[in-house]
């Protein structure tokens, strides 16, 4: 039999790289792996990371971990993963430590071209809504605590462009669309920020820098930029914009209502015959009285059970087969009619109303999970949005429990539906109530996958079940699937965690046979139902739910 290699040959040849560092953190030995990306001596591998390592060294903490650019030998720029660990002698006294080096270049390139791919809009290369709120955030977040020279949101909206892209077809309307985004991306200032925000819509941060009016002379350039004329063919077409104007005031706490507010503006614009411009202000809003009413309305409505459950199937794409569900909330307003969460939510949540609410969707669908399996005799899985404002009630996690048993129902039926923020921060209080959840048997479900900014690197340290594909990456123009190589990115991603994937918003056959075809196995959307009652849910999957009457909805 032949002998093992030794010690040292296993060291050199290993295929990560080696390094043993001494107390001052010098390089002291290392292997050709770790020398190809650090040199033979190595002053930059503890750059940022020195109170860290001598942390490491007193044993205040097990080891040390991070990730880093390093230049080769060569000259090639490479990203490295180092894990150190304290290195000890015979005695048990620490000689310095031993640093593990992998090459994790491909993995960066990856996900800087996803996360680009994800913020930008796949037509103009321009940055998309995502990017444009989270800038948009900063910049209000500086106002919070500064008092920086003064910026504006404008929203510009291409006036009777549906007649555009009808008369002329969909190819024309993009063609316009893309033409229109470069001229307003040159009409703009060089600290502003310009995104395509919709089909027609485009959105402006304008920062002033210095000149008060500067938010007044990029509304001029942006009407400027349009007045020449676009040939489509042999046909010349003029085109125009109503412009909607939001200024920035501390008053903003959040980058939605800045935007919505532009958007209202926008809309007075047209509304006043378009190809102009409106500042947003108090008179264009809903008047306080109506936010109001409509206050005393939902507390009252709680009181009266005016809030109940549709729920959307989730299918096999493949067969179109149910296989669970997801349970939507609606409030049947008493003048109002059907109002949806949209827009009652952002509401509920500045009354402090939103974790009641969130216990009465908990307690809704438990009971008709209850009643499924005690009329039919049925262990149905059912998916519940979960917000983040539930996660930080002290009791959201015992009273989820309570309800469960209450009912009788395995927590295993439940599938909670989360946003991406919740696991942004590994240690946060709402990520800990998540984790502990899913050790009593709830499902986790990341939900509207991909539109999230934060490094998908979250998916090694935070345990899910599902994912869902959001909407905008689906349904897109016509009836193609909105963005083949995110989802083909996305199910790649999925498959190395194991994780079960659902793709949102399916509304045709095109999309449906474009998912299966890039891997994905799941979904829901109008092309297999509309979210139902309990009892229309059980009549439009009979073999699902068996041939017993329909139960009553809880």
């Given amino acids: 039999m032949s002998s093992l290699p030794n010690l040292a040959t296993v060291f050199e040849g290993a295929a990560f790289g080696i390094a043993v560092l001494d107390l001052e953190g010098a390089v002291r030995d290392s292997n050709a792996v770790f020398r190809k ?29 991070f990730e880093q650019q390093a230049r080769t030998a060569g000259g090639d720029g490479m990203w490295t993963s180092c894990t150190l660990s304290r290195l000890k002698d015979e005695r048990g006294n620490v000689r310095g430590a031993i640093c593990l080096i992998r090459d994790v270049t491909h993995v960066k390139e990856t996900e800087q071209r996803m996360l680009h791919d994800m913020t930008h809009d796949p037509l103009t290369g321009m940055p998309n809504r995502l990017l444009f709120e989270s800038k948009l955030r900063e910049q209000l977040a500086a106002l919070q605590t500064a008092v920086p020279a003064s910026f504006g949101v404008l929203m510009l909206d291409i006036d009777h462009f549906r007649e555009i892209n009808e008369g002329f077809g969909h190819d024309a309307g993009e063609f316009v669309v893309s033409q229109i985004g470069q001229r307003l991306v040159a009409a703009i200032g060089a600290h502003d920020l310009i ?66 507010d532009a958007q209202i503006a926008t809309r007075y614009a047209k509304a006043s015959g378009g190809s102009r411009t409106a500042i947003f202000d108090a008179t264009m809003a809903v008047s306080a009285e109506e936010r109001l009413q409509l206050s005393s309305d939902m507390r009252a409505g709680l009181e009266r059970g005016e809030f109940f459950l549709l729920y959307q199937p989730i299918v096999q794409l ?10 939507l909330l609606r409030w049947r307003h008493p003048k109002e009619g059907i109002i949806s969460p949209a827009e009652f939510i952002p509401l509920a949540e500045q009354l402090g109303l939103s974790t009641q609410i969130g216990r009465l969707v908990a307690r809704l669908a438990c009971r008709q999970l209850a009643a499924w399996r005690d009329e039919r005799g049925l262990q149905i899985h059912m998916n519940v949005n979960v917000a983040w404002p539930d996660l930080l009630e002290a009791e959201f996690e015992q009273s989820l429990i309570a309800v469960t048993r209450e009912f009788q129902v395995k927590p295993e039926q439940l599938m909670l539906e989360i946003t991406e923020n919740i696991v942004l921060n590994p240690d946060g209080k709402a990520t800990q109530v998540v984790e502990r959840l899913r050790q009593h048997g709830f499902g986790v479900c990341i939900d509207d996958f ?32 909105a963005s083949e190589p995110i989802v083909r990115a996305l199910m790649t991603l999925a498959d190395g965690f194991n994780v079960r994937v659902v793709a949102e918003g399916i509304e045709t056959e095109r999309q449906r046979h474009a998912l299966l075809a890039a891997g994905c196995r799941y979904g829901q959307g109008f092309l297999f139902s509309r979210p139902r009652t309990a009892e229309e849910l059980a009549a439009t999957y009979p073999a699902a739910f068996g041939a017993h009457a329909p139960c009553q909805s809880g």
């Fill in 318 to 327: 493949e067969d179109g087969e149910f296989t669970g569900c997801e349970a």
């Fill in 195 to 260: 995104a395509r925000v919709g089909t027609d819509q485009f959105a402006i941060l304008a920062c002033s820098q210095g000149n008060e009016r500067h938010v007044e002379i990029t509304a001029r350039h942006l009407f400027s930029a349009l007045a020449k004329p676009l040939t489509l063919g042999a046909r010349t077409v003029y085109v125009s914009a109503s412009v909607g104007v939001a200024l920035g005031s501390p008053a903003y706490l959040r980058a939605e209502d800045m935007i919505r």
């Fill in 37 to 65: 990306a650090y040199g033979e001596i190595s002053a930059d591998l503890l750059r940022d990371h020195q109170a860290e390592f001598t942390a490491l060294l007193q044993g205040n903490r097990p080891h040390l971990e």
């Fill in 450 to 481: 991909g539109t999230g900014y934060s490094s998908l690197h979250y998916l090694q340290r935070f345990h899910i079940d599902a994912m869902k594909i959001d909407r905008s990456f689906v349904c897109g123009p016509g009836e193609e699937l």
